[in-house]
């Protein structure tokens, strides 16, 4: 029993000054807030161009759809002469 907290005091006495030492400092966690800051703006600037991609594409669904149509009906007609 006394070799066992012996060892659990001599793995603390180890560990808590790594643990310690391993802690972000203030500037690190600065230095971190505005990294995410910067990859959200980042990220909300790409979701706005994604949905101007969507919207021109959906334009330009339409106006092939339209271009099809008008085409079939050419054809239609090109078959009745």
């Given at each position: 029993?006394?070799?066992?907290?012996?060892?659990?005091?001599?793995?603390?006495?180890?560990?808590?000054?790594?643990?310690?030492?391993?802690?972000?400092?203030?500037s690190?966690?600065?230095?971190?807030?505005?990294?995410?800051?910067?990859?959200?703006?980042?990220?909300?600037?790409?979701?706005?161009?994604?949905?101007?991609?969507?919207?021109?594409?959906?334009?330009?669904?339409?106006?092939?759809?339209?271009?099809?149509?008008?085409?079939?009906?050419?054809?239609?007609?090109?078959l009745?002469?």
């Amino acid at each position: 029993m006394q070799k066992t907290i012996h060892r659990i005091l001599a793995m603390s006495v180890l560990l808590v000054p790594l643990g310690l030492g391993a802690c972000a400092s203030q500037s690190d966690m600065d230095q971190l807030r505005s990294e995410v800051s910067k990859a959200q703006a980042e990220a909300a600037a790409a979701k706005a161009e994604a949905a101007a991609a969507k919207a021109e594409a959906a334009a330009a669904n339409a106006r092939a759809d339209e271009a099809t149509k008008k085409a079939s009906r050419m054809y239609n007609r090109s078959l009745r002469k």
